[in-house]
């Protein structure tokens, strides 16, 4: 118990931590269907390949975070291979609830997208239900009752998100599914099922008792109050990192005093028509939130102090936190903005380049060289 309670302890810690990185999730965000289809077979007591089982299913869920979310999914079966006809053409149902858990956000951190390619488990508990149609007992040759089971999935979903937007997921699904408390089969393996429960109808885990099953299916996640289809990065607003970026701010300011040609050498480029020393207060500094390349009041302040008719350089820089890629894809949109605002304001753009992450620590920066 100890152990359970301890696991419980550390997954609702993770949530908790993810929750904090991304923005707001309302009532209805973060939803997604899906249809999925392959073929399940016995685990046991047959050989695998003269018994496959093709089903489809359909599949609602949700994600409360990047890591944690649930999901409710039925699947029809459609052969009565390995066992004898029911005289149905779907022989059976298995409707579950099912827990999800994403392995690449808990393990290496929501990067404020999701990846080209993750790992998903999930588990949980179900109904199934066989339709025997009168179909007989082979050994008492009595008829069969429908038959109810608790059931209980695990699986692994090896996903690939589809799209400029990621609203699409195609998946790869191997599972494995036991029954539990078999109604009708008193302890016999008979053509319709498995043995029950060697301790009588207490659910057991009994590999003898389970089919195992490859699926493959595609998921549409519903779009977001946020604009997107998945979860964003939140924009935090703590006072330490504001302070920190502060002092960062003025250091940086304290070296260009010191050394500008040295410091400014990745923003101006040398060219013979620049007849003047580049001095720190040629140099507006806009800052950012984490992931973010949305101007704040204070930014647009601060570039309002640049006359119309000035010309301008913009480079736009992200902290190392993310993908590189999604790094180099901020910084130019961090000086793609801040080009937009000042054009907008009669101010002359001569180039806006974004440099991904410089240095080590949270640069998240567009400076701006007036001219």
Request: net charge positive; proline share 3%.
């Amino acid at each position: 118990m100890k152990k359970v309670l301890t696991l419980i302890a550390a997954m609702t810690f993770a949530a908790s931590v993810s929750a904090q990185t991304v923005t707001e999730s309302k009532t209805f965000d973060n939803f997604y269907i899906g249809i999925n289809g392959g073929v399940a077979t016995k685990t046991t007591g047959h050989k695998w390949m003269n018994g496959l089982d093709p089903n489809a299913g359909l599949r609602i869920g949700r994600w409360f975070t990047p890591v944690f979310g649930l999901a409710a999914e039925s699947n029809a079966y459609f052969s009565n291979k390995p066992w004898n006809s029911t005289g149905t053409a779907v022989r059976a149902l298995n409707t579950s609830l099912l827990g999800t858990v994403n392995f690449s956000n808990w393990f290496g951190g929501y990067p404020g997208e999701p990846r080209c390619f993750e790992v998903v488990g999930l588990y949980g508990f179900g109904w199934g239900h066989v339709f025997t149609n009168g179909a007989k007992n082979e050994l008492t040759n009595t008829s069969y009752v429908r038959a109810n089971r608790m059931t209980s999935k695990a699986a692994l979903d090896f996903v690939f998100n589809l799209g400029e937007k990621k609203a699409w997921q195609f998946y790869i699904e191997p599972a494995i599914t036991w029954g539990f408390c078999g109604d009708d089969f008193n302890g016999h393996k008979t053509s319709y099922g498995y043995k029950t429960s060697t301790s009588g109808d207490q659910p057991t885990y009994n590999i003898n008792n389970s089919f195992v099953q490859l699926n493959a299916g595609f998921i549409y996640k519903f779009g977001n109050s946020n604009g997107t289809h998945n979860f964003t990065i939140a924009q935090l607003r703590d006072q330490a990192e504001i302070d920190a970026l502060n002092a960062r701010i003025n250091a940086l300011q304290d070296e260009l005093a010191r050394k500008p040609k040295e410091v400014v050498k990745e923003v101006v480029k040398e060219s013979p028509t620049v007849v003047r020393e580049v001095k720190v207060e040629d140099l507006v500094f806009v800052t950012f939130a984490q992931g973010k390349s949305d101007l704040t009041a204070d930014a647009k302040k601060a570039l309002n102090e640049i006359k119309e008719g000035k010309h301008v350089q913009i480079v736009g820089t992200a902290s190392p936190e993310g993908s590189a890629e999604l790094n180099q894809r901020l910084s130019e949109a961090r000086a793609n903005v801040v080009a937009d605002y000042l054009q907008s304001r009669g101010v002359v753009v001569d180039e806006a380049t974004g440099k991904g992450v410089q240095g080590t620590t949270s640069n998240r920066l567009a400076v701006v060289y007036v001219k």
